[in-house]
Nanobody, 128 residues
């Protein structure tokens, strides 16, 4: 599986960005697959941001982004999105999309070190 994230950039606090993650080479995506967005700020560990179960569409968010970020998918395009609104400087990080097979989205949120596939990150910088 190849995951390609895009959409990062520089935005002022309070602004919005939409990230995209296109999956290829996966053949059929099984319903037990979860995909999500993770981020890593300078000097910090990579953390879970938002995820969804590809089969059932269940969504789960980190508390820090709940009510500001929305994760969605286009199954036909095998693409996942992250709409980020009301951004703050604390959201500045490299954002990665990842896939975990055979795990619920909530389980995936606790398994950052055990993600099966990672895409290259896209940098989001929020200025104050």
């Amino acid at each position: 599986v190849q995951l390609q994230a895009s959409g990062g950039g520089l935005v002022q606090a309070g602004g919005s960005l939409r990230l995209s993650c296109v999956a290829s080479g996966s053949g059929r995506t099984f319903s037990s697959t979860s995909r999500g967005w993770f981020r890593q700020a300078p000097g910090k560990d990579r953390e879970f941001v938002a995820g969804l179960n590809w089969g059932g569409g269940n969504r789960y968010y980190a508390d820090s982004v709940k009510d500001r970020f929305t994760i969605s998918r286009d199954s036909a395009k095998n693409t996942m999105y992250l709409q980020m609104n009301n951004l703050t400087p604390e959201d500045t990080a490299v954002y990665y999309c990842g896939e975990k097979r055979g795990a619920s989205v909530r389980a995936m949120s606790t398994m950052v070190k055990y993600i099966d596939y990672w895409g290259k990150g896209t940098l989001v910088t929020v200025s104050s």
